[in-house]
């Protein structure tokens, strides 16, 4: 969109406007080059990117893509934020998580930059009766404290009440959530919750306590089962209207149940897809606030957490990259509170470094990078604005279909929510395998040679619901099966490259074959014959031109030599050549064959 000056003299006055038309023709030139006969429309196709829910991205947006008016911040349907001044006035609220509190580890994250504290209680994590240890110092006046406390809410609930009225906290100015989520615990575990409790602790907090929230409709369950965006939306609205339902009939007002609600979502170093889903999420919380006739109470509190699914055990720090694009998109997309989980969350308990670089990285994008002062800085942009409209639908769709087959806790109960994460997560395997969907330092430029930082052990986690997948679990096993070999043999599994011409010719194969078997443990040489380099097997690395002379001939010299399967880096026909290794080749399957060949049990 072009705004000409006050003067009115546009620099681009001189030059005709460009027609959608003759860029597509452009397109069609350059993919002609590569060997693609496509023209108009189908020319654009080509360079769209397919997402989940049926979703596509495609190359180019122009004014072209309209969607509806997301109206203005603090306004319904709260696109573009819950609240009219957004964060401007100091950011959003950086909230750290706690499964264990280490003496003084609280405080020193709230004298840090922290500005709200989210602790798991009871079952795998702080004892409800050592809440009060734990906040010992803390002025719970000023510090929001948000609970996870699982079935035992009602008992953590209580101290904490008990805690508030020992330290003469005025109720008034009580900030935070207890964190009951029946149906969450439910999907976690696959036992139900009565909900009388936590009705009873809702109207306490609207009646006593105005700034706390009783319940968490918390998404990160169906996000860390393997769901898509839209699923993640579509079952979070389910579970929120779920609650409204029970909260309403235990004689609460609508306005009053709506308000006893916040929203956790997962954040992942997808920026534009978290920030689209963000937004979304807003709109959809605010239409089912209209139809339930209070369009005004209908702003999302927003809670966002970087993604679980997304950290690796493999060279973690590159967790610190992944997690600040994350809460960069968290920020941008409008929520109210970020945690960022440390780099080495998925190792066990964090370390006091690790907690640092987590509440750093929102200090740093807030007060240095500035990042909040704009409200919804992403708002208009044709991409993400079509963008939340199509995620929006998808979501919609799907809590539909749950509402159709009785609610979430009937789809939990009957196992169809289950399954269709589980459907989601087998296709987007498919992807990580072929590494469509690459992982840092996992699935690409592994480090053989790292030294991976040791943690205490964390508390088990809820289990016997849904599963939690990790997008690096496939290398993950294929790496631990080489670290066994290592400490049981003294040495990891080889493979020898055999690069045929000058460097030119083999270099961009030979780094491909290196990324992609090291990604499995198996350790790549290059330096002197094979029958020196101590592999079983060997790739050939070179160009479609050298290989039409040299493969065979060089193929039969590495088995004679003794190389019990040789792979080519490429595509082809050779004699001599067992296998084939590419781009979008599945690396799982040909890494785990591969060991099992060279007996890596």
Known sequence: MTVLPDDGLSLAAEFPDATHEQWQHLVEGVLRKSGREVSGEAAEDALSTTLEDGLRTRPLYTARDTAPDPGLPGFAPFVRGGRPEGGTAGGWDIRQRHAAAPDGALLADLENGVTSLWLLTGEGGIPVSGLARALDGVYLDLAPVVLDAGREVTGAAAELFRLYDEKGVDPGAVRGNLGADPLGFEAR????????????????CAEEFPGLRALTVDALPYHEAGGSAGQELGASLATGVAFLRELTEAGMSVEQALGQLEFRYAATADQF????????????????????????????????????????????????????????????????????LPF????????????????????????????????????GSWYVERLTDELAHAGWEYFRSIERDGGQAAVLRSGRLRTDLATTWAERSKKLARRREPVTGVSEFPNLAERAPVREAAPEPPSGGLPRVRRDEAFEELRARSDAHLAATGARPRIYLATIGPAGAYTARAGFAANLFQAGGIETVTEGG????????????????????????????????????????????????????????????????????????
Not at 294 to 323: C, E, F, I, K, Y
């Open 344 to 379: 080495d969350h998925a190792l066990g308990l964090p370390d006091a470094f690790a907690r640092r670089i987590a509440r750093n990285t929102s200090t740093i994008l807030v007060e240095e990078s500035h990042l909040a002062r704009v409200v919804d800085p992403a708002g």
């Open 189 to 204: 575990t696959g036992a139900a919750l009565d909900f009388a409790p936590v009705a009873a602790l809702a109207r306490r």
């Open 530 to 601: 094979f029958e020196e380099s101590g592999a079983a097997e060997a790739v050939l690395c070179s160009s479609d031109a050298l290989y039409a002379d040299q493969a065979e001939p060089t193929a039969r010299s590495l088995k004679a030599a003794g190389a019990g399967h040789v792979f080519l880096a490429g595509r082809g026909e050779y004699a001599g050549v067992d296998a084939y290794v590419f781009a979008g080749c599945d690396a799982v399957a040909v890494l785990s064959e591969t060991l099992d060949r060279m007996g890596v049990s």
């Open 273 to 340: 897809l978290t920030i689209a889903k963000l937004r979304a999420a807003r709109r959809l919380w605010a239409r089912v606030a209209e139809v339930s006739g209070a369009a005004d109470a209908g702003a999302q509190v927003q809670h966002a957490v970087t993604s679980p699914v997304m950290m690796s055990r493999r060279d973690p720090w590159v967790n610190m990259l992944r997690t600040t694009v994350a809460t960069l998109a968290a920020g941008v997309g409008g929520a109210d509170s970020v945690t960022v």
